[in-house]
């Protein structure tokens, strides 16, 4: 059974950064699509970032595009989303999700695509 565990929140001041980590354990995440998903209180979950399990095909939401970079070590079989220049929008639990995906396809932004959920990590972006 895949498990994931992220870690790197905290509460940071606007336009400050954090790298997010998503760490997996049980499998290797070398055939596994990773996708980044956040919620604030009282909203839906948002697909924020996706990368695929060959790593060449990333996604972003237009909302992060240029502040977020998503990145896989499958060495470490680790996941991370560097999130820059914060916003208060910005601010939610941050989880990682993943899905078996072969490496020529490309990830998606849809949580109903992935099977095992980590617990989330809050960020919160307040000066």
């Known amino acids: 059974q895949l498990q994931l565990v992220e870690s790197g929140g905290g509460l940071v001041q606007p336009g400050g950064s954090l790298r997010l980590s998503c760490v997996a354990s049980g499998r290797t995440l070398d055939y596994y699509a990773i996708g980044w998903f956040r919620q604030a209180p009282g909203k839906e979950r948002e697909g924020v970032s996706c990368?695929?399990?060959?790593?060449?095909?990333?996604k972003y939401a237009d909302s992060v595009k240029g502040r977020f970079t998503i990145s896989r070590d499958n060495a470490k079989n680790t996941v991370y989303l560097q999130i820059s220049s914060l916003k208060p929008e910005d601010t939610a639990v941050y989880y990682c999700a993943a899905e078996i995906s072969s490496p020529a396809r490309s990830c998606l932004l849809d949580s109903d695509d992935y099977d095992y959920w980590g617990q989330g990590t809050q960020v919160t972006v307040s000066s």
């Open positions: 990368i695929s399990s060959g790593g060449v095909s990333t």
